[in-house]
């Protein structure tokens, strides 16, 4: 598989409803509560798990809470392409929601500075992010989503994706204020 067989996943949010943040995932929001995925279309997700990219079916699995399984997806589709770097993301995207922030955090720290001045960099950060969320740390949450929202902006991303980083710095501030 290339690279261009996976879907830029992440929770690169499109949008903000009441349900939740949209994703490039179909079928799949995230919960602006927590920032984490969550099915909110169950037909769109099997859909999806029929038809997507490895890493589609991966962040279902993790959405569904099926933790056991999006891991054993990510080994595989990891031995097919090893320096894969969306199913790097979402293995520690997989230690974040296995409760283990601190792990997730140093390994994205490295994949930070692995991929410092390329386009995968801003994705690194964002998942930074994230991780900090989870693990309380508001403060850290915010300058790593305003990170990657910079280098999106510079990078000219997708509107989608700078827009994904910079709901999740709004969400993020939100709660350094509270």
Known sequence: MKMGDYTAYAIDVAS???QGVGTSVEGVLVDPETLKPYVADEQAAEHQMQVGSPTDQVMILLARGHL???GELIAESRLIDPTNAHLRVLDTELTRMQGDFDRAINRLRKLAEEFAGTDYEPLMHHH???SF????DYKAAATRFR???DLRLELGDDAYLVNASSICLNIAEERVEQ
């Open 16 to 18: 903000v409803n009441r």
């Open 68 to 70: 056991a399984e999006a």
């Open 128 to 130: 930074l992010g994230l």
């Open 133 to 136: 969320y989870a693990k309380g």
């Open 147 to 149: 990170k990657a929202m």
